[in-house]
Every structure is written in structure tokens, then in C-alpha cells.
């Protein structure tokens, strides 16, 4: 990963980004984590950059969530952060805005 980030093309933001990353392995995004007896549903949305995840989003939208989409990639909250914070914004008041 370190010197390529999908959609960052500012140089600075780049390097800053590559500083930081680190590989994890696999084990991390396989590990499944119990839901506690009586724990009460939250209050959820989904936030889509781009077209990778829109099966997720629609069945998001099935169960009655707010959904929104930018146009980037995996890391736009880096690329465009002031976007990401004002769609999480419009979809947070859509949440409360819900029965």
C-alpha cells in the first residue's frame, strides 16, 4: 500500500497518508464479534463513496436507513473532508428525523 492511495492525489495528503498506514492481517477483518443478549438496535446510515459498495447501500435502504452517496474512493474523507463531515451531518439529522 505505502507510495499508491486510491483517489489521494494531493502529494502532501499522500504522504501524510502512507506515513500512517499499516498492513493488518487478514484475522483482523475476519474476526466476528457476538452481539450482546438485549443490546437495543441503534440508529444506523450508510455513507457510499462511489460505486463499490451499492448492493451494501441498497440493503441498507431495505432496512429503513438512511443512505447517501459521494462520488471517490475507499479514502474521500481524506480528499474531501469537509464533504464527508457535511453528508455524515445530513445523514445524523436524517436519523433523528426518522420515526
Known amino acids: 500500500m505505502p507510495g499508491r492511495h486510491v483517489g489521494v492525489e494531493d502529494e502532501e495528503r499522500r504522504s501524510v497518508l502512507a506515513a500512517e498506514a499499516r498492513a493488518l492481517p487478514l484475522a483482523v477483518y475476519e474476526e466476528r464479534f ?4 438485549g443490546w437495543p438496535p ?7 463513496f462511489g460505486e463499490g459498495y451499492r ?5 441498507m435502504a431495505r432496512r429503513g436507513w438512511p443512505v447517501a452517496e459521494l462520488q ?4 474521500h474523507m481524506v480528499v474531501d ?3 464527508v463531515a457535511a453528508a455524515l451531518m445530513g445523514l445524523a439529522d436524517a436519523r ?4
Open 72 to 75: 471517490g474512493e475507499h479514502v
Open 42 to 48: 441503534a440508529p444506523a446510515a450508510f455513507l457510499r
Open 96 to 99: 433523528c428525523a426518522a420515526p
Open 81 to 83: 473532508p469537509a464533504a
Open 34 to 37: 457476538p452481539v450482546s443478549p
Open 55 to 59: 448492493k451494501v447501500a441498497a440493503a
